[in-house]
Structures are given as C-alpha cells and as structure tokens.
C-alpha cells in the first residue's frame, strides 16, 4: 500500500511540476502528456481562473505531502 501513496505522490509531483512549467513557459517542453491536469481539468473550474499557476503549485505540494506521509508510515513500519 505505501507503494501505491509513493506512486501517487510521485505522480502528483509530476503533473504539478509540469503544469508549473507549462504556465511559467508557455509550453512544455519535456513530458508535456503530463498536463493533462493543467490543460484538462484545472481550466474546467470556474474559482482557479486566474489562479493556475497556483493551483498548479499546490498539486506539486500535494505530491511531496502524500511522499513525506508515505515515507513516514514507512519509517514507522520498521521500528
């Protein structure tokens, strides 16, 4: 199970760091399938309009969040 919150927040972290890019450049110049979030889904939700840069940034953070509490529950595992 802590495998699949791993892959979930490196996921996250991916398509956050993408989309960031994407918003800050114009496009995205390397693994640019993964704004599927930033070209699909953020622009569908009236309240971030104006605010994708954020909201891109904060899927990023939701990565790293969901891989530290991952990593936690691992260490914890182990004692």
Known sequence: ?????????????????????DRLLGYQPILGFLNVVNRLLIPRIDG????????????????????????AARRAGHR
């Open 48 to 71: 971030l309009a104006g605010y994708e840069l954020y909201a891109n940034l904060s899927v990023a953070v939701l990565g790293v969040v969901v891989l530290a509490t991952a990593g």
């Open 1 to 21: 199970m802590r495998s699949a919150f791993q892959l979930v927040g490196v996921v996250l972290l991916a398509v956050g760091v993408s989309g960031t890019i």
